[in-house]
Structure formats: C-alpha cells, structure tokens
C-alpha cells in the first residue's frame, strides 16, 4: 500500500467523532479546523499540496493545491504525526449534525467522487482534488457548487454528511434520480449528469429546484437526507430580520408575501 494503513472508532449517532489510532510514524491528513483532541505523542504540521504521497517538486505540490482551491478549500491542510512510542490518537468531529463514513478505497477502485466540503479527513497517501466533468451542465449544476471533490488512493478516508445516510448498491444501467444537493458520493464507475425537471410551477411552487442529479450504475452512492444547504436556508429563514420581524412559516403566507411584492 502507498497510503498509511490507520485504525479508527467513531462515537456518537447525530454529531460523530471519529478516533484515529496510529502507529509510530503513521500519518493522517484533515482539513483545517477538523481536528478535535489529541494525545501527547502526535506532531502537527501544515502541509502544501493535495496529501498524496507523489513526493513531486514544488510545481507539482503548487498544482495539488490549486486543484483544492478550486473546491473552495484552503491552499494548505494538516497533517498529524505519530512521533512518540506506541499507539497514539487523534480525533476528528464533524462540522453539523450526520454521520460520519468510513471509506476503504482500495476496496472501491482506488477513487471516490463526493460533494466538495465532504471530505473529513484521511490516511496520509490518499490525495484530495477536483473531477473534471465533460458536459459543462454537470459542472455548474452538479452537487452543492460547481466543483466535485474526488478522493484517490488506497487507504481510509472519512467523508461527512448531514441527517440519515443511505447507501444504494447500483446495477449495470438502473437509473436514480436525486436532490443535488442530496448527493453526497459514488464510486468511479457510476455515470452522473443532470437532468432538466421541465414545468415552471415545479420550480416556484414544488420547492425541489430546477435540476435532478441522475445516476445511473454499476456502482454504489451514498445519498444525505439533509444537504448543509437546506439546513443553513432554514434557520436564516427563521432568523429576525431587519426591524425585528421574523420571516412567516408555511407555505400559506409565504405566496401571500410573493403576491404582495415582499
């Protein structure tokens, strides 16, 4: 294996934490701000790049971290360090309520395509950039942006979702059709595009969006019951707004406010 073979734990139900345990030398990777507690043993240092073990000059390390400056990430992430003797730990804690999947990529091909911002983190080895899509409809419309993250490698890799998780094992040409924003992952050899949902009122009044994203398999997907989105649109809607007024529940006043010009 290229990537550092690590052990884990994850505790909790609605906002999980997984505990990474590593041997002397052992690494693993995260995004700035994941990180939760750790013992004494463990190192911490910043890294340039995308995380995978290419061992590259410095062009090839500037690159990495483009790619991760495309998915609206930081150029740098953190690497943590097993530098004492015997077993040391880490923990990761996710950013708002769901659940936390552990990923084996050397069982999945070697490649996960996910949402961007769903990465937790991983095994050092495992490098994290963006998949290119041939149509550009795809690119612009697919997921939570613009931007699909892809994870490659042969280790573990810990991707984060809000509200229940299902996973739908795909056969050879069975379609789905899904909230883009309710995407979370699939495996490399899924096909994915989106789809038009035609009807004006669909849009306006059946609150579901413009665009499905479509899957069609072989191949697995893991699919989120409460995209970030929806939850941060919630709670602003329900936050004061200038003047003291709270935004009005139900769909009853909100047409009313549509047809008063509000």
């Not at 490659?152 to 998780?165: N, P, S, W």
């Not at 009807?199 to 579901?208: D, Q, V």
């Amino acid at each position: 294996m290229n990537s550092h073979e690590i052990d884990y734990k994850i505790y909790g139900d609605d906002m999980q934490v997984v505990e990474v345990e590593l041997d002397p030398a052992e690494t693993v990777i995260a995004e700035a701000g994941a990180m939760m507690m750790m013992t004494e043993g463990i190192r911490m240092e910043t890294i340039f790049g995308d995380g995978g073990n290419s061992g590259g000059g410095f062009m090839d390390k500037l690159f990495g971290a483009g790619k991760r400056v495309l998915t609206g990430e930081s150029l740098f992430m953190t690497a943590f360090t097993n530098n004492g003797y015997g077993k040391q730990k880490v923990a990761f804690a996710a950013p708002y309520p769901g659940k936390i999947i552990p990923m084996d990529l050397s069982m999945m091909g070697g490649k996960i395509i996910c949402q961007k911002d769903a990465f937790l983190c991983a095994a050092k080895g495992v490098s994290v950039g963006i998949d290119f899509r041939k149509k550009l409809g795809v690119g612009f419309f697919g997921g939570e942006g613009f931007i699909l993250q892809k994870l490659e490698g042969d280790g573990l890799a810990f991707v984060h979702a809000g509200g229940t998780i299902i996973e739908r094992e795909l056969f050879p040409g069975e379609l789905l059709r899904i909230d883009t924003g309710c995407l979370v992952a699939m495996t490399r050899d899924v096909h994915y595009d989106i789809e038009y949902v035609g009807g004006i009122k669909s849009a306006f009044f059946g609150g579901e969006g413009l665009f499905f994203a479509t899957v069609r398999g072989p191949g697995k997907v893991w699919i989120q019951s409460l995209p970030f989105s929806r939850l941060a649109d919630r709670i602003y809607s329900s936050a004061p707004q200038a003047g003291g007024k709270r935004r009005e529940e139900g769909s009853f006043f909100d047409i009313g406010n549509f047809f008063d010009g509000n």
